[in-house]
């Protein structure tokens, strides 16, 4: 590099991209070592931040930016150097998000599916709490009643509201006298016959 002119300001260039911190500024004849004639560096500490530097829109604070909101300039306040934000007016969405397959279609996943990624692919959702994906009617608001006498009927006064099966309860709640002083006793007749699966509370 040749020589400054007399008196052209020199600012140091700490992280050597080649644009000086305009705080720390001398003025010399010859260019001074580590020392550079633009001050436009706004942070002379890193070497990937200069005015050359993009900028991403992060209005969800995710952390991660939105590549059609580009800018060239000392950043604005909420913007990053990532640009891989596909959804950024969801601060959940981003590329570290995980989704689960939803094959029952009850809206909750199976946590064995896992796949983080930014988009939602087909067929996924966000909860990863479904203990049976097969079963639309067992999920994390199914609700199991107490079947103390082991008839298979359960007690409506006695409810549990979980994903699997607790040992002891049934999905069915018809049982007007679940182990009472009287002994087993049948729901009247015409009552459809009980079955495991659980009544699933809509969300
Ligand atoms: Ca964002
Ligand atoms: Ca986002
Ligand atoms: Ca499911
Ligand atoms: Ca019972």
Redesign the pocket.
Known sequence: MPPSAPETPGLPDADTDGYGDASVRVLSCLQPGGYVSSDSDCDDSDAVINPTTSWYGDVDGDGYGDLSAMIQQRPALGSVLDATDCNDSDALINPDTAWYADIDLDGFGDPSSEIVQCAQPLGYVMDGQDCNDSNASINPNSSWYA?????????VSSMIQQCSQPAGYVGDSS?CN??GSAGRTRPPPGTPTPTTTATATPW
């Open positions: 079947d103390i006498d082991g008839d298979g009927y359960g007690d049982d679940d182990g």
